[in-house]
Nanobody, 126 residues
Framework: QGRLAESGGGLVQAGGSHVVSCTNSGPAFSPYGMGWFRQTPEKEREFVAAMAWGSGNTYYADNVKGRFTISGVTVTRMTSLQMNNLKSEDTATYYC??????WGDGVQNPPDYYSWGQGIQVTVSS
């Protein structure tokens, strides 16, 4: 079964910008959309952002709102996460995943996503 693959991880200075991307090689597919999460060894996996394919609606965690922007195109099966004004607390392994249910309650719940990528490290140096 196809999985998602993240790319673009790396080391970034605090206050800088960086982009990570997610490609879906298939055959897994979601009619709903895609989300981004992140995790550190000290914390559980947390929601970052998500995008609904049909409406184009986007969703953000409060701690990234105004700094991060998710974009994507259904046809290309890709999303990108533009991260601006990065902070040391943004250091994490970033994962993308497909949405497995209609949008509504639970936008930020990891169980509502599937076909997770292997994750990619983004480190913000202060």
């Amino acid at each position: 079964q196809g999985r998602l693959a993240e790319s673009g991880g790396g080391l970034v200075q605090a206050g800088g910008s960086h982009v990570v991307s997610c490609t879906n090689s298939g055959p897994a597919f979601s009619p709903y959309g895609m989300g981004w999460f992140r995790q550190t060894p000290e914390k559980e996996r947390e929601f970052v952002a998500a995008m609904a394919w049909g409406s184009g609606n986007t969703y953000y965690a409060d701690n990234v709102k105004g700094r991060f922007t998710i974009s994507g195109v259904t046809v290309t099966r890709m999303t990108s996460l533009q991260m601006n004004n990065l902070k040391s607390e943004d250091t994490a392994t970033y994962y993308c995943a497909l949405r497995n249910r209609a949008w509504g309650d639970g936008v930020q719940n990891p169980p509502d996503y599937y076909s997770w990528g292997q994750g990619i490290q983004v480190t913000v140096s202060s």
